[in-house]
């Protein structure tokens, strides 16, 4: 068993150790009704599970903790649907800084040699 903490103030929920859960343990393990969960996908394009070749959601950790998070802010800070999009809507897009990387000669060179290997890789081909 794992336990995830989907941000602070949040009360940590052990998870069974796998790699994909469907909606009806996710449902169980955070308290939220599937019927809810598939509309917060409506909502929020940020929540995207993947999907089974027949169709059933596939959940990842960083799916519930996402969901942990979603409900935290809308059953605890009372956020409304739109204040929870906009507070993390952005997540997985955020740009931390918009002005240039600075990268050092050495890198610099570095990324030559590469460029000029793969074109070469490339001519061969």
Do not use: C, H
């Not at 169709?55 to 950790?61: A, D, F, S, T």
């Not at 996402?66 to 952005?90: A, F």
């Not at 997540?91 to 000669?105: A, F, G, I």
């Amino acid at each position: 068993m794992i336990r995830v903490d989907a941000k602070s103030k949040k009360k940590s929920i052990p998870l069974p150790e796998k790699l994909f859960y469907k909606i009806g343990e996710v449902s169980r393990l955070t308290g939220v009704e599937p019927y809810v969960l598939r509309y917060w996908e409506t909502e929020f394009s940020f929540l995207k599970p993947r999907k089974s070749r027949s169709g059933q959601r596939l959940y990842v950790k960083k799916d519930i903790e996402l969901i942990l998070e979603i409900k935290r802010l809308l059953y605890e800070e009372k956020y409304t649907i739109e204040g929870v999009r906009k507070k993390l809507g952005g997540r997985s897009l955020q740009v931390v800084n918009k002005e240039p990387l600075e990268v050092s000669e050495e890198t610099k060179e570095k990324l030559r040699r590469i460029k000029a290997r793969l074109k070469e890789i490339i001519d061969s081909l």
